[in-house]
């Protein structure tokens, strides 16, 4: 290894890492949930300038995480660590645009299209800044491997408060403040003033998460050699692609993606259109969740029995097995709740593992290059996953429009239909496959076992 040995991590260090992690998603619950609302309905821009804008920020978002991470790789802080201070450094910028974007300045429609389209970038990129901290730290909290994996498991539970809280507070928060009204729609007198001051709640909590996290972690492992020489952009990439573990492991990844997005994104259209009312997408979303977060308790000891390999492999499974009875019988409510809790467990064995597998890759590549890249595992892994969903999402709106899907109709035609469940059953079932072939020929135990003897 790099380093003799860390010190155990200890119970207030990881309840750092899911403060961090719990309130990152709380404000991209509260963004994904209002934002498009509040450019159309508070600015008053036409649907399509609305969604122009989140389809380029959304490109922007997957492009600059490498750019952002090979800068990242280049350069060190003045206290000598490379990925904790942007924790610090730009949480504060980042909560800044958070309440930006949800700032009414009461220009003209044109103005205001390329205010928020130039606000929404900079939330993006800020986004980005301090993901590397939050993607990166548990590589450089410590090198044993039990505590990296515990690290993400915290992650992930804070993931899941977070996603929770948002889901559950932001509408209150809205009615407090005046920006909705008790019948949940848009006040007529303070809609915009009201969509700001939560605004400013989200961007407090980013702030308060991000300090917690600084200041309840410490950058512990080291790089192994003194080697600061620029690393070019063709040797980064000659270092990611010449590990067969990174190639794998972001194959996985990209399937974790499209798997949870397949399920999100149908599921109010199974529940309106299947289920007969849009509601019972909630209670479906809360199985989800609290399988995902009792999954948490169990996969640090099933990958610690079985090991990393035959755990992600077991994950796959979990996902394919959970679909066969929704593939058979689309319409039966049990299958479409045992489809839910499988994608839950499933998703949170994956991000568990995929992420301490990140944290391993560094110090294989570290042991043959002699220089960590923290900041560009991560980076490179999101440009291919986010381009991966983005068309996955591309491919369900097509797909829908295709089969003559309206929806200004309370019932939607045969087709749609089909392509609703294929959307929930098959699709996500043949990707559960691809990505147990993926887990099948990682190679990442053997690899980290030979650099640790050595």
């Known amino acids: 290894m790099s380093n003799e040995d860390k010190p155990k991590i200890k119970m207030g260090e ?52 490498p750019l952002i991470g090979y800068w990242a790789v280049n350069r060190r802080f003045k206290n000598g660590e490379r990925v904790r201070p942007f924790a610090l450094w730009y949480s504060v910028p980042w909560a800044a645009t958070v309440v930006l974007l949800f700032t009414d300045f009461g220009t003209n429609n044109k103005l205001t299209i390329i205010v928020s389209l130039a606000i929404y970038i900079g939330f993006e990129v800020f986004n980005t800044l301090v993901g590397i901290p939050y993607n990166s730290m548990s590589g450089l909290a410590t090198n044993q491997d039990g505590d990296r994996r515990s690290i993400n498991v915290f992650r992930n539970l804070g993931g899941c408060i977070g996603s929770g809280i948002g889901a559950v507070a932001c509408l209150p928060l809205l009615r407090l403040f005046g920006a909705l009204g008790e019948d949940g729609n848009l006040s007529k007198t303070g809609g915009s003033h009201g969509f700001f001051i939560v605004a400013v709640i989200m961007g407090t909590i980013v702030i308060i998460g991000s300090f917690i996290h ?77 399988t995902s977060v009792a999954a948490s308790f169990v996969v640090g000891a099933i990958d610690k029995r079985i090991g990393r390999r035959k755990t992600m492999m077991l994950a796959a499974l979990i996902s394919i097995v959970g679909k066969i009875w929704f593939i058979f019988d689309p319409f039966n409510i049990a299958a479409i709740y045992v489809n839910a809790i499988t994608v839950g467990m499933a998703v949170t064995f994956a991000f568990v593992l995929f992420n301490t597998n990140r944290n391993n890759i560094v110090d294989i590549i570290e042991a ?69 072939i993926a887990a099948a020929f990682l190679t990442i135990e053997k690899d980290y076992a030979a650099i640790t003897r050595r």
Request: one cysteine or more.
């Open 368 to 436: 043959k290059e002699g220089r960590r890249i923290d900041s560009m595992i991560a980076s490179a892994d999101n440009l291919a996953s986010k381009l991966a969903v983005a068309g996955a999402t591309q491919l369900v709106a097509v797909s829908l429009a295709s089969a003559g899907y309206d929806a200004n109709l309370a019932m939607q035609p045969d087709s749609a239909i089909g392509v609703i469940n294929f959307m929930l059953g098959w699709a996500p079932a043949v990707v559960s496959v691809v990505m147990l």
């Open 214 to 290: 600084y200041f309840t972690t410490q950058e512990r492992v080291k790089q192994i050699s003194d080697d600061e020489e620029r690393l070019s952009a063709k040797r980064v990439a000659s270092m990611l692609f010449g590990c067969k573990s990174w190639v794998l492991n972001m194959v996985y990844i990209i399937c974790y993606g499209v798997i949870n997005l397949l399920l999100m994104s149908c599921l109010a259209y199974y529940a309106t259109y299947v289920l007969g009312s849009t509601s019972a997408a909630t209670l479906i979303q809360a199985a989800y969740l609290v």
């Open 14 to 65: 990881k309840l750092g890492f899911l403060a961090f992690s719990s309130s990152n998603n709380i404000v991209y619950q509260f963004k994904s949930l209002y934002y498009l609302f509040f450019l159309t309905n508070v600015l008053l821009l036409d649907i399509f300038w609305a969604g122009m804008i989140l389809t380029i920020g959304t490109i922007w978002d997957a492009v600059n995480d």
